[in-house]
Nanobody
Framework: QVQLVESGGRLVQAGGSLRLSCAAS????????MGWFRQGPGKEREFVAA????????NYGGSVKGRFTISRDNAKNTVLLQMNSLKPEDTAVYYC??????????????????WGQGTQVTVSS
């Protein structure tokens, strides 16, 4: 089992940058593809990004591609989401997730195995 704790969410102005962190517990971190989902006010849950177990492959949702970067540090059991050129429509609760699926498969999943509690990102115009 994996416990996930996100941090880093806050209020930021449009055009700004923010980095979210996810700390994972357990000794099996490298077994999992890690990712981020988000859910904005009145919106459906949306896939943001995923990264393979080794970190060598990343997959991004269309609305964030070219602006967001996902990375992981397997020595520290952490996953990062660097968000640049933020837009008001990026406002959402961001969730760190873990699953044994591939990053490609995670992009079409509705419910990965493990979820964090979420961190709020608000982008003001």
């Amino acid at each position: 089992q994996v416990q996930l704790v996100e941090s880093g969410g806050r209020l930021v102005q449009a055009g700004g940058s923010l980095r979210l962190s996810c700390a994972a517990s357990g000794r099996t971190f490298t077994r999992y593809t890690m990712g981020w989902f988000r859910q904005g006010p009145g919106k459906e849950r949306e896939f943001v990004a995923a990264i393979s177990q080794s970190g060598g492959y990343q997959n991004y949702g269309g609305s964030v591609k070219g602006r967001f970067t996902i990375s992981r540090d397997n020595a520290k059991n952490t996953v990062l989401l660097q968000m640049n050129s933020l837009k008001p429509e990026d406002t959402a609760v961001y969730y760190c997730v873990a699953d044994i699926a591939t990053p490609q498969a995670m992009s079409v999943m509705t419910s990965p195995l493990y979820w964090g509690q979420g961190t709020q990102v608000t982008v003001s115009s």
